[in-house]
Structure formats: C-alpha cells, structure tokens
C-alpha cells in the first residue's frame, strides 16, 4: 500500500517535470520578448541617454522620474487621457448594452443585424481616424461647421470630444459583442420567472440581467478602459496632440521618437505600464468576485 | 535547427563580402533616403545619374514621408541602429547639427568639401556645416516670399502692417482677404515665430546656440502674430494650416496673399492657370519700416550616412545629384530653389520657368536661420507648443518661452 503511494508520488512528479520541461521553451521565449524590453525600459529610465548626446550618458538614478512626475505636460496628459477613457467607455458601455440587447432580441436577420454592427471594428482604427479627421475638416469636410467652430480640431475641449467620438464609434461594437455573450448567460426562465412576479422592465435589467451579466461585464469593461487607456493612434491621426489634447502614449512617443530623449521617454513608458497595471489590479480586486475562472461568492 | 544556424551564416558571410566594395561584380547599389518630390524630379536625377556613372553605382531611391518630421524619425530609427542601406541621407537643413553631434553623418573631407560646394550660395553651404567641417552638400535652398493677388493688391505691401491694412480693405469690399500662413502646432509655426523675430532685428538664440536671446523683436514678433490673428485678414481654419493647406486655399481663390515657398508657382500653373497669370510676388513683409525682411532659410542637403559601405561611390553620386542640371530641373518642375549661385542671374534658368529668381535671391541673402543646436527639434516644439493657437499668442506666453527654451537646449525636462 505504502510502496503502491509512493510510486504513484514519484510518477506524479515525473509528470510535472515533464509539463515544466514542455513548458519551458514557450516560458522562456515569453520572457524573452517580453521580460527584455520592459527590463531594458527600466534600465534605460535610470540614465540620462539622448541619442543626440550619446557621449553624455550616465546613471541619474530617479531623477528622470522626478523631471516627469514635476512637469504639468505628464500631469496635463494623463488628465486628458483619464477624461478619454472614462467618458469613452461609459458611453460605449450604455450604447453597447442597448446593442446586445437589441440585437439578442432580433428575430429575423440575426446574423445580418450582427455582421453591419461590426463593421466600424473591422475598419482599422487610423483608416477610421482619418475618415474622422477629413469629416472635421473646414470647408471640406462634411462635419465641419455643425458646431459653429471653425476648426474643431484645433480647440482642447471639441478636438478631445472629436476623439472621444471617433473612439465610441470605433469600439462601441467589440463592447456590444462582449456583452451579447454575457447575455447568452442569463437564463429565459428566470426572466420569465421576474415578469411572473410583477417585475418591471427596469428591475429585471438592474435584478436579474446585470448581476448574472457581471463577469461579463467585468471583462467588457477591463478590455475597453486599458484600450482606452493606451490611446494612440486616434489621435496621433485627429490632433497629433496638439492644443492640448495629448495623452499619455502620445507624449511618451514624442519624448522618444521626436526629442529622441530615450532616459525620460523610458520613464514615461514605465509609469504607464505602472498605471495600467494598477488599474487593471482595481478592477479585478473591486469587481473579482465575478471575475471569469474566480471563486464567485453568489 | 543546425542547418538554419548554418544558412544563416553563410547568407551573412556572403553579405559582408560583397560589401567589400563590389569590384568587377557589377555595379554598386546605393541607397537615397529622399521624400517623395511630388514633380518626380528626384527620382529622374537618381536614373540620370545611375546611368552616367558608367556602371560604377546605381542609386535606389526609398521613399520617405512628406512630412520632415516624420522623415526625421525614419531616418532616426535607422541610423540608431547602425543600418548600413543608408548611403545618401536627405537632411532638412535643421538637422545637420543633431546628425552631425550624434555621429550619424560623415563629415566631407576639406578638399572634397571645396570642389562639392563650389559656387553655392555661402548661406546655403553653411546649413550643412557644423563646427567648421561640411557634413551635407546643398541640393535645393528655400525660402517664403510673400505672394499676392495682382488684380486685388496694385501695390504689394513693405511691412506686416500694410498687409494687414489691405486685408482689412479687401474685406470690407467684400473681395477674398485672408492672408495665408502657417499656423498649426508644427515645424512650420516655429519658422513663421523665427521669420517674425528675424525681421525685427533679432534671435531667438545666440549664435553658438548656448544661451536664450528673444527679447524685444520677440515682443514685436508675437504682436504681430496677435494682430493677424485678431483681423479679418487670418483664415478662420488658420490655427490647423500647414503650407500645403495655404497653397490650396490660395488656388480656390480664396486668399489675397500667402507667405509661403515658391513650390506653390508650379503648382498654381497646373491647377488653375488663370490664377497662377495673376499671381505676383515680393520680399516677405518686414516689422521695421525701412529695413529688409528676414525670411528665415530652409531647404534640404545630403549626407552621407556614418555607417554606409559605399562612402566614395556615395560621394561621387551626392556630386552628381546636387549638379547644376539636376539643380535646374528641380527648380523648374518641382519650384525647389536652387543653391548654384550664378543660377540666379542666368537668363536661361529664368526664362524657363523661374521669373521670382531675383526676388528669391534677394530674400536668400536677407535669410534669417533658425537656432544651431543639436536640440533644435525640442526647441521647435516648445516655441510651437507656447505660442499656439497664434489667437492665444502673448505677451506674457513669452516667460514661460524662455524657460522652455532654456531646458530644451539642455535636453531637460519633456517636450510637448
């Protein structure tokens, strides 16, 4: 009995050698590709490095830290890149809900209704962008002149609100698709059940749909506020980030390609990657009791 | 696995090898950075002088983007990496200090630099200098005059001020007005601030580029941005406009007057003909009655790259890129100025399709140049960032200028 358990033992770890061993190459190629670079980002975020001056280089510690965190250019593109996401996403969030349920209601053209809600997804996002840009146009664009500005793109409030409508428009689909399958989660009996008991229209959404929607809407909304978060190409396109209307990866891209300062440009990319990182833990942390593959306390 | 590592091998070996020079297999392939010149003018000279090389090189032409910044970054990201295509860079003629302090170009040797640059305009030959040694050969200059509508404007305005008056006159007779002027966060705002303080009797730096100057022709230079901002006379999508935009409006008719490169002639006589008949042209309007303007200089040069195999077929092909013919058709086809001296005067050349030549030579000699400092594309962008949009342009902007300035040219702090 006792040699029987031991040999099970002594086969049960032959086999997690065996799965680390498989394992390894896909573990060590991931860190390769991954680990270097942000490794190389933070080694590089301790040094004065300006490919203009390369014989200037040296170890300063946090210093360019501290030159980013002082300045009111980080603090003024994270506040926009804050405002983009945040109003962004709650707008797709309402428009998408009201989406999926539309269309997990539609009886006829199904498959019709969800193929032309797609289609701003599949058009690639500085095509879109582009599209948004010559629209807003003055005196050529089809859009230019709706809000009496002039040139909407060259003010901080209407360019933002231009990026946040190019953005909505963009994605407000992918959110609808997430959240379409979260409905398929909730069962038709329990609905029928609600109504049964009197519930309203309003209460089976807010009772019934959403909490048992609630991983899916975690994950939703995970995806769309990083994305959100990591806006580049949008407004690389619509402003350039001009007059203020610049988020963070757009002033970690200058700082890096244009001023070609790679030791603040390295701090910068570190601080976003810290404050995605902290957002994503937010998330999980506020809302991981839902989270797909969690405990789920219900 | 073994054999992929081998293949490997073998193809680099096989590469350095014919590095080595190309002898007796086959002419040498060089590569040209250059943007895409709409008229085609550049790449005819690539053939031209592929095929008169007598089989020593042949020039490849990869195309960059129109836009010099977006030229400045393609060109960046390869030369960091130390890419050995790059044979002959394309080089905006602000960039030579960078490139030069970042051991990314060749400097010419003396002798060589002589015979290159022989007969060139002396202000064109110094925007490819840096610290008494040629690191790029002049192929085309630039410079904005300031172009105007014969049949609205008689009398083309002396100063910024009577340009503004016109506008002002023209708008109340209801005739088109605007003036038509970079203004968008960009590169083209930072010449139109340097133009501004340069014919007001000043600098934005000092001449070694070590110390902020602005001062009062800064002042003067922002008022005037303020008051074609508060005129009839700024295009209401002014703030947004780059110069292909000002070329544009001008061609609809739009515009009395435009400040803007001599690209827009050949360009106005293939899209409206009738306007281009009427278009004259004058020195750029000065801020100090009296005393010339100080249009500031552009242009492109090239260089060599410093990691380039091919350094004397290289320099050999520059030669013949930047020669007087090549230098002609570019001018004629593609409105580029060119930087052989005697051009200017030779009737030939002017009759062919150069009438403005006196005046762009009188305006190259009155140029203005932008900041020398290796960090000159920070500093660009702290000028544009503060003063834009121009209707927000101030007097008090100008402290805060200062700063900017002072940290960019020290690579402190971040730029917008």
Redesign the interface.
């Known amino acids: 009995m006792t040699a029987n358990r031991a040999e099970l033992s002594a086969r049960a770890r032959a086999e997690r050698r065996l799965g680390w061993a498989l394992c390894a190459p896909a573990v060590i190629v991931i860190l390769a590709v991954t680990g270097y670079p942000v490794g190389y980002a933070v080694y590089l975020s301790l040094h004065r490095y300006?490919?203009?001056?390369?014989a200037d280089s040296e170890f300063v510690g946090l210093a360019n830290y501290a030159?980013?965190l002082t300045?009111s250019?980080?603090w003024q593109a994270l506040a926009v890149t804050v405002i983009i996401a945040v109003i962004s996403v709650t707008i797709q969030f309402v428009l998408g809900l009201t989406l999926a349920l539309a269309m997990h209601r539609a009886l006829i053209g199904r498959g019709l209704i969800r193929t032309v809600i797609l289609i701003p997804y599949g058009i690639v996002t500085v095509v879109a962008a582009f599209g948004w840009r010559y629209a807003w146009?003055?005196?050529t664009g089809y859009l230019s002149g709706l809000f009496g500005d002039?040139?909407p793109?060259?003010?901080q409030v209407h360019g933002i609100a231009v990026i946040i409508l190019a953005e909505v428009w963009k994605t407000t689909p992918f959110m609808a698709l997430l959240l379409l399958a979260g409905l398929a989660l909730v069962p038709e009996d329990l609905l029928r059940a609600a109504k049964v008991d009197g519930a309203t229209a309003w209460q089976r959404l807010t009772r019934v749909i959403l909490p048992l929607m609630k991983p899916a809407i975690l994950v939703a909304l995970l995806f769309r506020v990083l994305d959100a978060f990591r806006i580049f190409d949008s407004i690389y396109v619509l402003t350039?980030?001009?007059?203020d209307t610049?988020s963070v990866s757009i002033?970690g891209y200058?700082?890096l390609?244009?001023?070609?300062?790679l030791g603040?440009g390295s701090s910068?990319s570190v601080l976003i990657f810290l404050v995605v990182a902290l957002v994503a833990f937010v998330f999980v942390k506020g809302f991981g009791a839902a989270a797909p593959g969690g405990e789920g306390h219900r | 696995m073994g054999a992929l590592v081998l293949a490997a091998v073998l193809a680099l070996g096989a590469c350095g090898g014919s590095g080595g020079g190309g002898g007796g297999r086959g002419p040498v392939r060089l590569t040209w950075y250059v943007y895409n010149e709409s008229s085609g003018s550049f790449a005819k000279a690539a053939a031209d002088c592929s095929a008169a090389s007598n089989g020593r090189y042949t020039i490849g032409v990869n195309m960059l983007p129109n836009d010099s910044d977006g030229q400045r970054q393609q060109l960046v990201r390869r030369l960091a990496a130390e890419d050995s295509s790059m044979d002959i860079l394309t080089l905006d003629v602000t960039w030579t200090a960078e490139f030069a302090e970042a051991g990314w170009t060749v400097p010419f040797p003396a002798a060589e630099a002589r015979r290159l640059t022989d007969g060139m305009l002396p202000a064109a030959v110094r925007t490819g200098t840096w610290e008494n040694q040629l690191h790029a050969v002049p192929l085309n200059t630039n410079v904005q005059l300031l172009w105007y509508r014969k049949d609205l404007v008689p009398r083309p305005p002396r100063t910024w001020d009577e340009m503004l008056a016109d506008a002002r006159r023209l708008a109340e007779q209801g005739k088109p007005h605007y003036v038509e002027v970079q203004g968008a966060q960009y590169e083209g705002y930072t010449v139109l601030f340097n133009s501004l303080v340069a014919s007001a009797g000043g600098q934005i730096l000092n001449e070694d580029g070590s110390q902020v100057v602005l001062g009062a022709p800064a002042r003067k230079a922002v008022e005037a941005i303020r008051a074609l901002a508060h005129s009839p006379a700024a295009d209401p999508s002014w703030s947004n406009q780059r110069e292909d935009d000002n070329r544009l409006a001008f061609e609809t008719g739009s515009a009395a007057f435009q400040l803007n490169y001599p690209f827009i002639y050949p360009s106005a006589r293939q899209n409206n003909p009738k306007l281009a008949e009427r278009i004259g042209w004058a020195q750029w309007p000065t801020l100090v009655p009296g005393q010339p303007s100080h249009s500031t200089i552009g242009g492109y040069n090239l260089a060599i790259g410093a990691h380039s195999r091919h350094r004397a077929e290289a320099a050999t092909a520059i030669e013949c890129l930047t020669s007087r013919d090549n230098q002609i058709r570019d001018a004629i086809d593609g409105g580029l100025p060119p930087t052989i001296e005697d051009l200017y005067t030779d009737q030939e050349f002017i009759d062919g399709g150069y009438p403005f030549a006196s005046a762009i030579y009188t305006a190259l000699r009155n140029a203005g140049v932008r900041p020398r400092t290796p960090a000159y594309q920070s500093v660009s962008l702290q000028i544009a960032h503060t003063l834009s949009p121009p209707s927000s342009a101030s007097l008090g902007r100008l402290t805060e200028l200062r700063g900017a300035i002072a940290d960019a040219i020290e690579s402190k702090g971040l730029v917008p």
């Open positions: 300006d490919l203009r001056f390369p030159t980013v300045s250019l980080w146009t003055p005196d002039a040139a793109l060259t003010s350039a980030g001009a007059y610049r002033l200058d700082n390609f244009t001023a070609l300062n603040v910068l």
